[in-house]
């Protein structure tokens, strides 16, 4: 759906000469089905009308939600367009110089288009949800107002099929009970619709965490009823075709991790596909995805003019390689390297290159390693270094050679150590990943003069971290704040993405000849 776009007045502590623009994409609530216990089929997904084109009010941002306060998910309900913490953002960054602080409030309900939910209560009465602050309670959120409506859709066809089957949610205490958790992921990619119809229209690719240890369990009829249900109830037959498919994972241990290592699919398509960052994308159920896809969106277009045409890139934190992969299209990239430590995304990788321009001359490669493990050997023979770490942000050794850099000169930028190994090995990174990584073009480049990264472009979704990370690096002037963005990818929290542009070296030089051209007499 098509958002309007507003500039809003800046908050009160930010308002100075600084510009800072905040764009601001509202929508208004959404629609929930109704969730009579009367059996299916799905409601029709209802979202918000067209956007207002007049400036935002705050009264019009407000969340009303019915969840609000017993559900840990938001954390504040009015100005959802200006997160609290939106303030100390343009502050931040005006006292390190950066003045032009961008802020892209994006879409402000249903905008999360993947979800892990909690699965407990009783077989005929299932909660689906998130824990209640501090507790393992789980509140059932049936008509959250992040959540994307065909979410709302497809866990209210669950809980019926629950309640038919007579399915039984996991209990922590007992360590009983069958259904443990489910992740719901939105697709809005379906070219036979038109662009504005796409959105509304998402399917859902189910995977339900089942307590047992595989296939073989006794419970597995069971499971497999479950899923044949849900496909049934919400497949490509029925009028509103709501279920993209069904997978399993199959998770018997007692901590808090979700997931268990085994998969498998059950119903529908296998492959999952997304468009964004100009291009298909591929997402297996296992590997990370963004959970606001409209505002992730929103961010590649922007980070993608700070590359330049060409470029060589080395895309750290790369999970399924989608930034890499989306700069290597867009931007021509002589060659792109995907740095990810968790194994689930390769075949991801592998299938969004698929879908590349066949015409693409890159050198794209996708490494399973740890990035904090010889860092140095990632950044050299980069252009421009993309980091999206977790929320804890950088690991130490990495943001170690990231200031190391400014000791660096082009010529002498490989330390003895590494050149030894470039010497011997030609490309480290390929020999010590050698079983794990996948090089897509024959073609692999050489590196004979490696360069130094001259751009870094930091993506954070963790805050705190960041602005220790923007200081750690700023201080060792190694690197310089260029510009920043902010997005509003999780909206009614206290969260904000940050897209950081650094450039290499100190900037005064380049602060000191453009105030000297001025000061200079006609
Ligand atoms: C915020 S996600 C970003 C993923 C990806 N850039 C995207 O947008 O889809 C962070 C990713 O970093 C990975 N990761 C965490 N620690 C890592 C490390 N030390 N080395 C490499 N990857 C790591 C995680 O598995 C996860 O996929």
Known sequence: MAAAISLLSLPPRASSSFFTSVTCRTTSPSITPNLS?????????????EPKTNPVSSSSCSLHCRHFQS???????????????LNEAVEFFRNIGVSNFTFDSCRLWGWRCRAKLAVRGSAMEPLIGLYEEGTHNVVDIPECKAHHPSITAAVDLLKQAMVELNIEPYDEDKRTGELRYVQMAVTTYNTSLPATERYKNGKVQVALVWNSRNENSPSFEKLNALAKCIWIKGGPKREVHLIHSVWANFQTSTNNIIFGNRWRHLFGERDFWEHVGGIDVSMVPSSFGQANTRAFDSLLHKLQKYVPYGASVVDLYAGAGVIGLSLAATRKCRSVKCVEVNKEAKLSFEKTVSRLPATLDSSISWHLADTSKEPLSWLMG?????????????DPSLLN?????????????????????????????????????????????QD???????????????????????????????????????????????????????????????????????????
């Open 37 to 49: 216990p009367s059996p299916p089929p799905p409601q029709p997904l209802l979202l918000p009308p």
């Open 71 to 85: 559900c840990s998910g938001c954390t504040h309900e009015h100005n959802l367009h200006q997160p609290p913490i």
């Open 382 to 394: 980069s252009d421009v270094v993309v980091v999206d770490p977790p929320r804890k942000g950088l």
């Open 401 to 445: 050679a990231l200031q190391s850099l400014s000791s660096m000169k082009l010529k002498d930028n490989l330390g003895e150590s590494t050149k030894r190994k470039i010497r011997t090995e030609k490309r480290p990174w390929i020999l010590r990943e050698r079983d794990t990584s996948v090089q897509i073009n024959s073609q692999m480049e």
């Open 448 to 522: 004979t003069s490696p360069s130094l990264p001259q751009t870094l472009l930091y993506i954070s979704c963790g805050w705190d971290s960041f602005k220790e990370d923007c200081m750690s690096l700023l201080s060792s002037k190694a690197w310089h704040l260029d510009k920043a963005h902010g997005f509003n990818f999780f909206p009614g929290t206290h969260s904000i993405e940050i897209l950081a542009v650094f450039r290499r070296g100190s900037g005064v030089n380049i602060k000191r000849k453009k105030s000297g051209k001025k000061r200079r007499p006609t």
